[in-house]
């Protein structure tokens, strides 16, 4: 069965510490896609990065970095200098392989608390 | 940019009433989904449809119906609500072709006295 895990509920640092969060995931396919998405107090869900099966480097975007490694099924995101606007909730989701239907699978989310 | 927009932020009703949650996406998008958010729970797939008059079942589909009429519109129905469908819905659609994201609404936080 398809499942993604996050097992960091809530994490809280302080401003201008670095943080990861952690997703773990399961899948049988061989071809598939990763997603994080942030979800601000506002509610809506924005997408940060989507990520492809085959393509294991390391992306930086900014303060943002992901590591995806598929030897052990995690795709982790990293906030360098962490800042109060970071604050939300961090999704991770796996996509199926059933490329006409687009259905994402989540994770719980982690709730990241940056305090000044 | 993607705009999906829901009929309302914030919905109050009773048990037992027919409750209609709206969702209209305005980039021409195929796909449209409807999930539920609880706290512990994350996001799970209530119905999803691809096509207009076209449905599926997502992995909670009790309690719940849908409609998709016309390409931009899709909405949730609540036959008959109950306490236990107190809940964050967010709407979501995206593009056909495989493995895309999905754009979200902004949510309506539906609470059921």
């Known amino acids: 069965a398809q499942k993604v895990t996050q097992a960091q509920t809530e994490i809280s640092v302080v401003e201008k510490e670095d943080v990861t969060l952690d997703c773990v995931y399961e899948t049988r396919d061989t071809t598939y896609y990763l997603f994080w998405y942030k979800q601000p107090p506002s509610g809506e869900l924005v997408f940060l990065i989507r990520?492809?099966?085959?393509?294991?480097q390391n992306e930086i975007s900014g303060r943002y970095s992901w590591n995806f490694q598929k030897s052990t099924s995690s795709f982790n995101f990293t906030i360098t200098a962490s800042q109060v606007v970071d604050s939300a909730v961090y999704f991770c989701?796996?996509?199926?392989?059933?490329?006409?239907?687009?259905?994402?699978?989540f994770g719980t989310g982690t709730r990241l608390q940056v305090f000044p | 940019d993607v705009k999906v927009t829901q009929s309302s932020r914030y919905l109050v009703k009773r048990t037992g009433e027919k409750v209609f949650l709206e969702c209209v996406q305005d980039?021409?998008?195929?796909?449209m989904f409807w999930y539920r958010q609880d706290p512990g729970l994350g996001l799970r797939l209530i119905y999803f449809s691809y096509d207009v008059k076209m449905k599926e079942k997502g992995d909670i589909p009790e309690g719940y119906s849908v409609s998709r009429e016309k390409k931009e519109r899709f909405s949730l129905i609540l036959e008959s609500a109950s306490t236990n469908q107190t809940s964050m819905y967010l709407c979501a659609s995206s593009a056909a072709g495989g493995w895309v994201e999905q754009y979200f609404g902004p949510g309506t936080r539906l609470t059921v006295t």
């Open positions: 989701a796996l996509s199926e392989a059933d490329r006409n239907t687009d259905k994402l699978i």
């Open positions: 980039m021409d998008h195929e796909n």
């Open positions: 990520r492809n099966s085959f393509d294991e």
